[in-house]
């Protein structure tokens, strides 16, 4: 059967440097939904960008990666309500509809809800994104005024496809204790990639995922170096703090480890990330270069140098190749 994978696209600037609160990995979950004859609600929280697979049905028709209903034969329309993976102040929507082309909905509205004690039935809904026009296989990118939200309600008028929802904002913490360490860069903890040199085979957000990797593609991975100088990464801390221990593990990344790499850090204030970059190269180190091996959890203790609070990190992966994950454990800033 021939596979078609969703093209990538940019995300624009409203959205850059922003998480997607609606990510699985994340925990995000759907709670309810109002029908999903055709495509189970929860594939349009899937991470990996959506495909369409020649040929493939199943005993109720066609095979589609997303949520979709079926053809409704009375008044109404139809919704999903999903639990995000953290609290969040959202900001924007990526309503996806790839490869729904006689199947999409005409039109969607996203309500939000603040729930943390996950009881929905008494809550107040508000409109974060008022009906607007969908249109076949594209990106509709939308933003809206930043809402403190646990969950959201998206409806799909009357009926139909969605092969993606992405809700974007920034990682609430309400609760943290300062006396215990973390995971200063984690994605459920609001870290964020700023900006890298090259993510041919696989996305420096992968760095920050909460388990292990799966495989060679939940990783890090650049293409081939054929000129001098080294791969790197700029990641923003969910929560500036003091760092105590690195982890960088190079799961599943046998013949294409980095030879080594090492981790500069600073604390910067009121920065755009275009700054960031160029400042970057000039950051002390946090851990000096260290080598690598294939396929393992390679922890430093010792071996972190001294270092006053920080909330930027910068990744240098010498020459290339590709890491799985990194965890920067430490106790949040004061």
């Not at 759907?30 to 040929?55: H, W």
């Not at 919704?79 to 924007?92: A, D, H």
């Not at 860069?185 to 990639?193: D, E, S, T, W």
Request: a negative charge; hydrophobic letters at 35%.
């Amino acid at each position: 059967m021939t596979v078609h994978i969703a093209k990538t696209v940019t995300l624009p600037d409203h959205l850059q440097g922003l998480t997607n609160l609606a990510d699985t990995r994340i925990g995000a979950t759907i709670v309810s939904c109002s029908d999903d004859f055709f495509a189970e609600a929860k594939r349009m929280l899937q991470t990996e960008p959506a495909k369409f697979i020649e040929g493939k049905y199943d005993d109720n028709g066609k095979w589609m990666d997303g949520w979709e209903t079926r053809r409704k034969r009375e008044a109404g329309y139809d919704w999903c309500v999903v639990r995000l993976g953290v609290t969040g102040t959202v900001s924007g929507f990526d309503i996806d509809t790839s490869f729904f082309t006689g199947n999409y909905p005409a039109s969607a509205s996203i309500e939000g809800c603040y729930a943390p004690d996950e009881q929905l039935d008494q809550v107040e809904w508000i409109s974060l994104l008022e009906n607007s026009v969908l249109s076949p296989d594209h990106h509709h990118f939308f933003k809206c005024h930043p809402q403190k939200i646990t969950h959201i309600r998206i409806n799909i008028f009357p009926d139909g496809g969605i092969a993606r929802l992405r809700v974007y904002g920034n990682v609430v913490l309400e609760h943290v204790d300062t006396t215990q360490q973390m995971d200063l860069i984690g994605l459920k903890n609001g870290g964020r990639v700023v900006a890298y040199s090259d993510a041919h085979f696989g996305h420096p957000n992968n760095l920050l995922s909460p388990e292990r990797g799966i495989n060679m593609g939940d990783g890090w991975e650049t293409k081939r170096r054929r000129e001098p100088g080294f791969d790197w990464c700029i990641i923003a801390l969910g929560q500036a703090g003091h760092v105590e221990k690195i982890e960088v593990d190079t799961a599943y990344f046998k013949g294409n480890y980095p030879a080594f790499c090492s981790i500069q850090a600073a604390y910067v204030e009121d920065a755009t990330d275009a700054q960031l970059i160029p400042q970057s190269m000039f950051w002390s180190f946090l851990l000096e270069q260290q080598p690598l091996s294939m396929d393992a959890i390679h922890e430093y203790l010792a071996e972190v140098l001294q270092h006053q609070k920080v909330n930027y990190i910068r990744v240098n992966m010498i020459p290339d190749g590709g890491i799985s994950r990194i965890r920067l454990w430490g106790k949040v800033g004061i």
